[in-house]
């Protein structure tokens, strides 16, 4: 009995774990509009708690508040990390009172925030105006860094070509295998 008891706890504490962000933080978002239709009409959904992320395009920090421009990227619906794609449906800014050093919330890393909608910041990307989604967090969950290390090449060579020596085969020549003295 208590293995089985043992047996259900487990997998649900493992796929509780996974998500960085609480239940009671999910069920708040759930049935939160898509970033489309809030970049179309933030000030529709304004106090609205969302949860989005992306990758850091840059990091201000003002006298009493720090902003941070994401680039949007669909999250994994599993973990809510950002998925490593090309795919956004644009930019968004977070606000927070807290002070967020630059260098580690640095350009092109990995974040996820829950928040409540405050509404539209003009700005410009580039020579472009761009009216930012401004999402005022409650929770901000910076995803560490993943590297990518690619496996040894093992270059064409000793491996490769006919094989000489023992190793599979019918064998040629005289004695095992094949040949004129196979049979004695």
């Known amino acids: 009995m208590k293995y089985l008891k043992f047996l259900i706890f487990f997998p649900l504490v493992f796929l509780i774990s996974c998500s960085p962000f609480s239940s009671t933080v999910k069920k708040e978002t759930r049935g939160q509009p898509s970033f489309s239709q809030l970049l179309r009409n933030p000030q529709a959904y304004k106090g609205r708690v969302v949860m989005f992320g992306g990758t850091i395009a840059q990091t201000k920090n003002m006298k009493n508040l720090t902003l941070i421009e994401v680039i949007q990227k669909p999250l994994d619906?599993?973990?809510?990390?950002?998925?490593?794609?090309d795919r956004s449906g644009g930019r968004f800014l977070v606000a927070t009172s807290k002070f967020l050093d630059p260098s580690i919330y640095s350009k092109d890393r990995a974040i996820t925030v829950v928040g409540k909608v405050r509404g539209v910041q003009p700005g410009v990307i580039g020579k472009r105006s761009y009216n930012y989604p401004v999402i005022e967090a409650t929770q901000i969950h910076l995803w560490s860094e993943s590297y990518y290390y690619p496996g040894y090449y093992y270059p064409p060579g000793y491996f490769w070509g006919p094989g000489w020596g023992w190793g599979w085969g019918p064998g040629w020549g005289w004695g095992w295998g094949w040949g004129p003295g196979w049979w004695w």
Do not use: A
Not at 77 to 85: E, F, V
């Open 77 to 85: 619906s599993s973990s809510d990390r950002p998925l490593d794609t």
